[in-house]
């Protein structure tokens, strides 16, 4: 099948058969012109099923081998959707990340189906990371049908702070959004950042322009804009497709303490897992919650014993969800 007019692959950061498109969004409500999103591919579409991989704040698609192993795994084919103002979508004069409401994203995720589904697919997997978990898990439930299931990995369900910073969160950044939406309010801190990059004892190698140690500054009108989708979620989802829920089996740092470097190697330092885990009875009819032992944040990231026990998760689950129909939860 034909792809649409405007989409055309030419070659991509990561390099060998990875192909990269620009999809082009309208303008913002600020008015930006200058927006839009990038699809990656790994290789040719050759096969009836895909999954689409969304990235977290401060972040964009590295994870070659990753995508590699899901691929050949699963017999499905690979995309990966660099949001706006992340990573390949990243312009200059650009503030990196910043959005207003979360439902902003649905144009571009909306773009690269259409694309994916234009190339073939009759099934496509939604897999989020983090804050794209966050953003997947809305996504789902403002456009039923347009995905077949949701894969999510350590999705970002709440602050990972004191009870009271959780509970003042909320009217600080709106007070602050009032006034000066762009101000910043936060940073995420550079522990696991350092952790898991190669120039600094970490295993992976990726642009620290596009995915900088320390992380982007949080700025106050995205910073109401997710806890605003927070809110949401806490109020319950009821998603109508199958979800599997992938965590670590433990948090490090909890509430603002600084992580040790045994909990940096073996545990998610940047979310509290336990947020997670109690979103499971009102995030969907059919869910999954697997939890694997030794696990980081981003779990594709993580030593190869537990990478390789949170992929096979994924790739089994896929197969019993869409080929058999709902299993054992």
């Known amino acids: 099948m034909a792809l649409p007019p405007a989409t055309t692959y030419g070659p991509d950061l990561l390099g060998g058969d ?103 697919h009759e099934q496509v997997v939604l897999l989020g990371h983090s804050t794209g978990g966050l953003v997947t898990s809305l996504f789902v439930q403002r456009n039923a049908g347009a995905v077949d299931a949701l894969v999510l990995n350590s999705p970002w369900f709440d602050v990972n702070d004191t009870a009271l910073r959780r509970l003042t ?42 995915k900088p140690v320390e992380g982007f500054p949080v700025r106050a009108g995205w910073l109401l804009a997710i806890r605003r989708a927070h809110h949401e979620v806490a109020r319950g989802l009821r998603l109508n497709l199958p979800v599997l829920l992938c965590t670590s089996s433990r948090s490090g740092g909890i509430a603002g303490r600084r992580p040790s470097p045994a909990e940096l190697r073996s545990t998610d330092t940047v979310l509290d897992v336990r947020h997670m885990w109690r979103v499971v009875p009102h995030l969907a009819r059919d869910v999954t919650l697997r939890t694997v032992p030794g696990g980081l944040h981003d779990l594709a990231l993580s030593a190869p014993r537990p990478r390789a026990e949170y992929e096979d998760t994924v790739l089994r689950w896929i197969a019993s969800r869409l080929d058999d129909g709902p299993g054992t939860t």
Not at 87 to 114: I, K
Not at 183 to 201: P, Q
């Open 18 to 120: 990875f192909r990269s498109a620009s999809l082009p969004l309208r303008p913002d409500a600020r008015g930006a012109q200058d927006l839009e999103a990038t699809l990656v591919r790994l290789g040719d579409p050759t096969h009836r099923r895909a999954v689409l991989y969304v990235h977290g704040f401060s972040d964009y698609f590295f994870q070659a081998e990753h995508a590699r192993r899901i691929a050949e795994g699963g017999a499905l084919d690979f995309y990966a959707l660099d949001l706006r103002r992340y990573g390949r979508s990243l312009r200059p004069g650009h503030l990196p990340g910043d959005v207003r409401d979360l439902a902003e994203y649905d144009e571009e995720l909306l773009a690269a189906l259409a694309v994916i589904r234009a190339e073939g």
């Open 169 to 210: 969160s909320t009217p600080l950044a709106a007070a602050v959004s009032s006034r000066a939406p762009e101000r910043v309010v936060a940073s995420l801190g550079s522990d696991y950042g350092r952790s898991i990059h190669a120039s600094t004892g970490g295993a992976w190698d990726f642009d620290l322009t596009l």
